[in-house]
């Protein structure tokens, strides 16, 4: 069997979310809306399992005539944001049927759900494959502005509140990053564009040693910012907390489970860039481990005094950004520990948000003092609840563990033995502030009244699903994983 | 031509930056943009002149035609007329981006040389006008001000691409409009439905609703 043409897949990963969001508009029913939804979701992780086979058997290949590449990296992200797609679709099906099943939500809502859902997920697509970075910014942009409804889907004072927070913060970081982009453009020896080259990533790449350091590095200020702002890193992230807590669940679960992540790998791709010079690659991992650590040691400092278990999640969300920029500013086995942890927090935060939904919509509020004896009055999302706490705050043996070990081992590799330190610190204090309120939740005195969860079938197999992908790939790295997060790893280091 | 339209840019964003009544602003930040989509004809030397005259065209009917329409139904649903006590004053603000009218120049100085056939005022303009629409965006408290701030952003970050790159490709420059205009139809329409229901709706009733 030929590997599947790269126009076909990247074409395919971009049309078939535009797909799904006619789909919603023109189903007559909920259910029909909602099943788009998870129709896209099955469709995008199969292409995006197609596009990792094909970077698997003949390595990276442009598309459409060099505007789109799929390299390790991308494909990684692919995957990734597939999984992360697949568990917050299956979860919103149950969770809006709920909202419904209430009255809480009516049939407009949902269709503006099932609408944007889709679109975002052609702008997050578009911003993975896109080999032009002025094209990768287009993309991040429009996830912005076709998410921003999705906060606000109750109009409620707090939503809305939420919801200009996050555009007016978001697109003016955005715009900042296009200023960087622009400046790393510019950087390049004058006198050999024309076409699509001008903003083509690989040839940004190829240039390396050639870009000129003042503009290059004046660039990357503006884009570790702009994007810094999308990705939630302090001390731009104050719109997080937010939107995340605002959100529906499944709109928080896709948030904090990737989209905030795409802002991260547009950083990567400057990494990537950069590193063509050592000097200027040393000087940009450096901005990102000093911002890592102020994540770490903001998002500890809130984590304590939370009380809000939306709010709390988000604040872990700034969390394990930090600590995916550390590693990546680290490089080395740094690099390779935070595109491991990419997977294991999108994967360990999407199922926290399902639960936390869930638990939300059983116990009526988010506060953590009200959600008590979560273990026994809701067997099947209590013990989902309680395992995703465990994992995101760093215990044995989940995934989560092991890849914050391989990062603080790049640490010491580095001989970076302060920020080691520092983020020794900020995981404990989380680890302590965290969780006396899971401990609380899981254990404490159950509620009065009886709750009826209605696990179905649907429920089960994602919690179990994700508890297995939780244990398993804390207890063993398969080959194949490894190897593809060396080559995206690779790419990162610019080689 | 092209100085003439720089010095009414950068007059534009001192204005603004002093500008109490939103009305007012509006029409401004939409001169602004017209005299951006302009410069881009006059700077850029493009092989492709139909593209960029199309360009050009729609960077005209939508920064001064959509996107004034747009705001102005805003601040009507919104019912809101000026900025009241405003974070920093107005007076401050303006002097504020007199100084930073001079770190755009000490920043533009120390880059590289533009391309000789452009004007040199070019870069320190667009570098002045982004800092101004953060400026803005930080200074001010009404929705519709922010707003304002982020399209002198824009236009400062449009005028930075003419003048450091050359040829940037035109379907990356059409998805930049686009998620310009997109931008402001969203930040306006969530300025509607804030006013509506922080104005006409019982919070209480509302809170039950929240999953």
């Known amino acids: 069997m030929t590997p599947p043409a790269p126009d076909l897949v990247t074409g395919l990963l971009l049309a078939v979310p535009l797909a799904g969001a006619a789909a919603a508009q023109l189903a007559r029913t909920a259910r029909g809306m909602l099943m788009s939804v998870v129709g896209g979701a099955v469709a995008t992780c199969a292409l995006a399992a197609a596009a990792v086979w094909l970077v698997w058997t003949g390595g990276p290949v442009q598309a459409a005539g060099g505007w789109f590449l799929l390299d390790p990296l991308a494909t990684y992200h692919l995957a990734v944001m597939g999984l992360v797609l697949l568990m917050s679709s299956l979860f919103a099906v149950d969770y809006f049927d709920d909202e419904i099943r209430r009255g809480a939500l009516g049939l407009p809502a949902v269709r503006l759900f099932a609408v944007l859902w889709s679109g975002s997920v052609a702008a997050m697509t578009l911003v993975l494959v896109s080999n032009s970075v002025g094209l990768m910014w287009v993309g991040l942009e429009a996830t912005t502005l076709l998410t921003a409804f999705l906060i606000c889907l109750h109009r409620d004072k707090g939503s809305l509140e939420a919801t200009w927070k996050y555009i007016l913060i978001c697109s003016v970081g955005i ?161 390779v520990g935070a595109l491991w942890h990419v997977l294991n927090h999108s994967l360990a935060k999407t199922f926290a948000f399902c639960a936390a939904g869930r638990m939300g919509q059983l116990y009526g509020s988010h506060d953590m003092d009200r959600m008590k004896g979560t273990l026994r009055a809701a067997p099947v999302w209590g013990t989902g609840l309680w395992v995703s706490f465990l994992a995101l705050l760093g215990v044995a043996p989940f995934a989560l563990f092991m890849s914050e070990f391989t990062i603080f081992r790049g640490a010491l590799q580095a001989r970076a033995f302060w920020p080691a330190g520092i983020f020794l610190g900020a995981v404990a204090v989380v680890f302590v502030g965290a969780s006396r309120h899971a401990i609380a939740m899981a254990f404490g005195s159950s509620p009065d009244r009886e709750l009826d969860e209605r696990a179905g079938v649907r429920a089960r197999v994602l919690v179990w699903g994700a508890i297995a992908g939780l244990l398993g790939l804390g207890l063993w790295l398969p080959g194949p994983l490894a190897r593809m997060l060396a080559e995206a790893a690779r790419v990162l280091e610019g080689g | 031509m092209a100085d003439a339209l720089l010095v009414l840019i950068v007059l534009v964003n001192l204005s603004l930056l002093g500008g109490r009544r939103i009305a007012g602003c509006i029409g401004r930040v939409a001169v602004q943009g017209l005299a951006v989509s302009v410069c ?172």
């Open chain 1, 175 to 335: 715009a900042l990053a296009f200023m960087g982009t622009i400046l790393v453009a510019a950087a390049a020896p004058r006198g050999e564009f024309g076409g699509a080259g001008v903003l083509s990533w690989t040839r940004l790449v190829a240039l390396g040693p050639a870009l000129d350091p003042a503009l290059v590095r004046l660039g990357f200020i503006f884009l570790l910012v702009g994007y810094g702002t999308k990705a939630g890193l302090a001390p731009m992230h104050t719109w997080l907390p937010d939107a995340h807590s605002q959100a529906p669940a499944p709109v928080s679960a896709l948030f904090s489970g990737f989209m905030i992540n795409t802002g991260l790998y547009c950083l990567m791709r400057y990494l990537a860039i950069l590193a063509g010079t050592p000097a200027s690659g040393a000087w940009a991992r450096g901005l990102l481990v000093f911002l890592g650590l102020v994540s770490l040691v903001t998002a500890a400092a809130f984590i304590l005094f939370q009380r809000s278990l939306k709010r709390l999640l988000a604040y872990s969300g700034v969390e394990h950004m930090g600590i995916i920029a550390l590693g990546l500013g680290l490089g080395g086995l740094g690099t």
């Open chain 2, 40 to 211: 881009a004809l006059v700077a850029e030397r493009a092989p492709h002149p139909g593209r960029l005259l199309l360009l050009a065209a729609l960077g005209v009917a939508v920064k001064g035609l959509l996107v004034p329409w747009l705001l102005r139904r805003a601040m009507k649903t919104a019912e809101v007329v000026e900025e009241t006590r405003p974070p920093v004053g107005f007076t401050a603000s303006t002097v504020i981006g007199l100084a930073l009218l001079g770190v755009a120049f000490v920043v533009a100085g120390r880059l590289p040389a533009v391309d000789p056939g452009l004007p040199p005022l070019m870069l320190p303009v667009a570098f002045t006008t982004m800092l101004s629409g953060l400026l803005l965006v930080i200074v001010r408290k009404t929705a519709l001000l922010q707003v304002i701030g982020y399209l002198m952003m824009e236009n400062g970050i449009f005028m930075a691409g003419i003048a450091l790159v050359s040829g940037i490709p035109w379907l990356v420059e059409l998805g930049v409009l686009l998620d310009a205009a997109t931008a402001v139809l969203v930040m306006s329409a969530v300025i509607g439905h804030i006013s509506r229901v922080f104005d006409h709706v019982d919070m209480d009733r509302l809170r039950n609703l929240q999953g």
